[in-house]
């Protein structure tokens, strides 16, 4: 049974302060290097390899990121809800096993969470080139609506558009060409997207909790007592769910957050078979 040391519990120890504060930093740089027209997240968020603005140290410095320069109230309250996490269950781990061991596994799962992050988008991206290399071999009326259907493209209004289009004048000569020019764009663009967030690293440190602690009662709402193990199960189910789906303008990393969950897991396993169930 997993137990405090008495007398050695800090509220916020250092390694959670100081991961709050940077993260804290980052996004007021966010905000202040935009106004020169620099976007740190061109730089700094996490990028897919084949991307031109991909780079090695991305797989840490995107855990230090979060949102967009472009939308306050959404980087706002990306920014909250991790911090909060990562204060609220990562203050009791680092109590429990100390800052170094506390940190090391923090950037583990974070770290991990990217991998498996990018290895979603490698097999999504796959599909997508192999489904437009075929499209480009028969580039019909049909073949377009039903690229468009099975990519969940309808809620780019271009794409929607061009349908209506083609559909009310069938023997248009330059739609396939138009089409064609709107999968390239899309696929330049999805490349180029940057991944930002230490929600990786911080669902890893729940899944921590609910493994050390799993019958602590978590207030659901601050109402409704639910053991912690029940309550991790569920965002997994949710987050497996929610990945599976790919819901259209869905922009969360869901395998990302499975990734970090999994990546604890495995360490926690390795600490238990070394140390035999002592975590500190």
């Not at 939308?71 to 204060?87: C, E, G, K, P, Q």
């Not at 990519?151 to 929607?160: D, G, K, M, V």
């Not at 490349?191 to 921590?208: M, P, Q």
Request: aromatic share 18%.
């Amino acid at each position: 049974m997993t137990e405090f040391r008495p007398g050695r519990f800090q509220i916020l120890p250092p390694i959670v302060k100081n991961l709050i504060i940077i993260n804290c930093l980052m996004v007021l740089l966010q905000f202040v290097l935009i106004r020169f027209g620099i976007d740190l997240a061109d730089h700094l968020g996490l990028h897919y390899w084949r991307s031109p603005l991909y780079k090695p140290w991305q797989l840490i410095t995107h855990i230090f990121m979060h949102g967009s320069a472009h939308s306050f109230d959404v980087t706002i309250m990306h920014l909250f809800s991790n911090m909060f996490a990562l204060w609220m269950f990562g203050s009791v781990l680092e109590n429990l096993w100390g800052a170094k061991r506390f940190i090391i596994f923090y950037m583990v799962c974070g770290i991990g969470a990217a991998f498996c992050h990018l290895a979603v988008l490698g097999y999504e991206y796959n599909l997508f080139e192999t489904a437009f290399s075929n499209y480009q071999e028969s580039p019909t009326l049909d073949a377009y609506i039903k690229f468009v259907q099975s990519n969940s493209l309808e809620r780019y209004a271009e794409f929607t558009r061009l349908q209506n289009f083609w559909e009310s004048n069938p023997s248009c000569s330059n739609c396939s060409d138009q089409s064609i020019s709107l999968m390239n764009q899309l696929y330049s663009l999805k490349i180029n997207e940057a991944t930002v967030g230490a929600s990786g690293a911080v669902f890893g440190i729940l899944f921590a909790f609910g493994y050390l602690f799993p019958n602590t009662l978590l207030y659901l709402y601050f109402l409704f007592p639910i053991k912690a193990k029940y309550i991790i199960a569920a965002y997994a189910i949710f987050e497996l769910y929610a990945g599976i789906q790919n819901s259209a303008g869905d922009n969360i990393a869901h395998f990302a957050h499975l990734g970090g969950m999994l990546v604890a897991f495995i360490i926690l396993k390795f600490w238990n078979r070394r140390m035999r169930n002592k975590f500190y």
